[in-house]
C-alpha cells in the first residue's frame, strides 16, 4: 500500500481534520489549532475540539499518523486538558498567526500570513516549515502565493512576524 500523504501540508487543510483513537476506532473531536514553541519551531500539540465547548491537546509525540482525512493517536488517555501541562502556557497559538503582519527588520510590511506550512514527513516531530503571504486576486486565481521559509524568521512579535530585509526584498519581486 502507498503512502499518498504529501510531506508538507498547509494548516488549512489540517484545521478541521477528524483526530480518531486506534484502540477504538472513535472519533473524539476535529482539530482546531495548535501550540508551537516560538524558538524551535517545533509543534508542541494540537488542539482538538472535542465538544461545543471543551477542548483537550494532543502532545505531537503522541500522534500515530497524520491521514488526509484523519489525525490517529493510541487512545484517548493521549488527551490532555490545557491547563494540566504548564509548557502549554509558554507556546504561541498556531491559529493566531493567520493575523500576524510580515514585517522586515527595515520596518516594512511586506504583507500578512495567509498560511502555515508544516512539515508532518515524522508525525510525531511536527513542526512549521514554513510560511505563505495572503495574496491578492492574482495569486488566489493562480493558486501560487509568495512562501518564506520559518527558518528566516528572524523574531516572533506580539501580532508580527519579522524576517530580514533580504528575504523580504525577495518576497517582494515575487
Do not use: C
Not at 527595515?106 to 510560511?131: C, M, Q, S
Amino acid at each position: 500500500m502507498q503512502n499518498n500523504t504529501p510531506a508538507m501540508r498547509k494548516w488549512s487543510d489540517l484545521q478541521g481534520l477528524a483526530a480518531v483513537t486506534i484502540d477504538t476506532g472513535t472519533k473524539v473531536g476535529t482539530i482546531d489549532d495548535f501550540y508551537f514553541d516560538p524558538q524551535t519551531n517545533a509543534v508542541y500539540a494540537l488542539l482538538i475540539k472535542t465538544g461545543l465547548f471543551a477542548r483537550r491537546a494532543l502532545k505531537s509525540d503522541a500522534i500515530n499518523a497524520i491521514g488526509l482525512d484523519a489525525v490517529t493517536f493510541a487512545n484517548e488517555n493521549a488527551l490532555i486538558k490545557e491547563n494540566s501541562d504548564s509548557q502549554l502556557e509558554k507556546m504561541l497559538s498556531g491559529h493566531s498567526l493567520l493575523a500576524y503582519r510580515v514585517l522586515s527588520e527595515g520596518g516594512n510590511v511586506i504583507g500578512t500570513v495567509g498560511n502555515v506550512l508544516l512539515d508532518t514527513t515524522k508525525p510525531t516531530e511536527l513542526h512549521i516549515a514554513a510560511f505563505e503571504l495572503a495574496g491578492g486576486l492574482r495569486a488566489h486565481i493562480s493558486g501560487h502565493y509568495p512562501t518564506f521559509e520559518a527558518k528566516q524568521v528572524t523574531r516572533y512579535g506580539q501580532d508580527v512576524i519579522v524576517i530580514s530585509d533580504a528575504v523580504a526584498q525577495t518576497l517582494e519581486q515575487k
